[in-house]
């Protein structure tokens, strides 16, 4: 199975049971592998803050569960793991009815630990809105995690 569907596959299960994942609802796969994740998604009204900009909980949503696509895609390694830092920059503001791009690329896997960077981007690329940087635990000693994604 090619790693897009993977992942597609993947987002799916999340969503198939009640949990938070559910405001990924709308988001579309644009395609993943090599450690990469490429999404979109229309900024929609469930996804604003009081001032009609992209809530910023939901922005790091967005980045903890794209960057973790891209890291199932990684060749060193398969699991999802569990956060131990994720760091975002707001630059620019997105508004309803905007397409969002969102890229997750894995700088580097080691044993335990793996980096991933994200940039959220607007108008086909022009306008970064969101950088952001991803640290998982990826080590064996996370079985539990493990189970909860099994779905």
Not at 20 to 32: E, G, M, R
Not at 53 to 58: D, R
Not at 125 to 139: M, Q, R
């Given at each position: 199975m090619c790693k897009t569907k993977f992942v597609?596959?993947?987002l799916d299960k999340i969503l198939k049971k009640p949990n938070?994942?559910?405001?990924?609802?709308?988001?579309?796969?644009?395609?993943?592998g090599n450690g990469n994740c490429k999404a979109e998604l229309v900024v929609s009204q469930e996804h604003l803050n009081i001032y009609g900009?992209?809530?910023?909980?939901?922005t790091s949503t967005l980045i903890d569960a794209v960057s973790t696509y891209a890291l199932i895609t990684h060749e060193k390694n398969s699991k999802p793991g569990v956060s131990l830092n994720l760091n975002i920059t707001f630059m620019k503001p997105a508004l309803s009815g905007e397409l969002i791009t969102i890229n997750a690329r894995t700088i580097r896997v080691g044993k335990t630990v793996a980096f991933i960077s994200v940039d959220i981007t607007k108008n086909?690329?022009?306008?970064?809105?969101?950088?952001?940087?991803?640290?998982?635990?990826?080590?064996?000693?996370?079985?539990?995690?493990?189970?909860?994604?099994?779905?």
């Open positions: 597609r596959s993947f938070f994942a559910q405001c990924l609802q709308k988001l579309q796969i644009v395609s993943a900009l992209m809530h910023g909980g939901f086909a690329g022009k306008d970064i809105i969101v950088n952001g940087t991803h640290i998982k635990f990826i080590g064996n000693t996370i079985d539990s995690t493990i189970v909860y994604y099994k779905i």
